[in-house]
């Protein structure tokens, strides 16, 4: 089993940072693919961003440019670094995770841990 951690959320104004963490706990070598996600008050949740074992990363469009998603291995967490907010980012952001091969965080099913997320509030 794998838990998932997440911690960093917070209100900050339009055009400000904000630095989320993941901390993975249990077998976590056996992870493939993390991923974060959002969800906003009568929305779905949406795919951010992903990284997969070997580095590789993945953005949506909304957030490409913006948002960085790293890990550190070492310490078995994942971060995702988010700059120029705006309010449009407010939600609910959740860290995921799977062991299969194929890391896209479209496929939200395939994600089998999950955190239980962690606010982000941006005033415009």
């Known amino acids: 089993q794998v838990q998932l951690v997440e911690s960093g959320g917070g209100s900050v104004q339009a055009g400000g940072s904000l630095r989320l963490s993941c901390a993975a706990y249990g077998y976590t070598y056996s992870l493939y693919c993390m991923g974060w996600f959002r969800q906003a008050p009568g929305k779905e949740r949406e795919g951010v961003a992903a990284i997969d074992s070997g580095g590789g990363t993945a953005y949506s469009t909304s957030v490409k440019g913006r948002f960085t998603i790293s890990q550190d291995n070492a310490k078995n967490t994942l971060y995702l670094q988010m700059n120029d907010l705006r309010p449009e980012d407010t939600a609910m952001y959740y860290c995921?995770?799977?062991?299969?091969?194929?890391?896209?965080?479209?496929?939200?099913?395939?994600?089998?841990?999950w955190g239980q997320g962690t606010q982000v509030t941006v005033s415009s």
């Open positions: 995921a995770a799977h062991a299969s091969r194929l890391c896209d965080f479209g496929r939200l099913a395939d994600f089998r841990y």
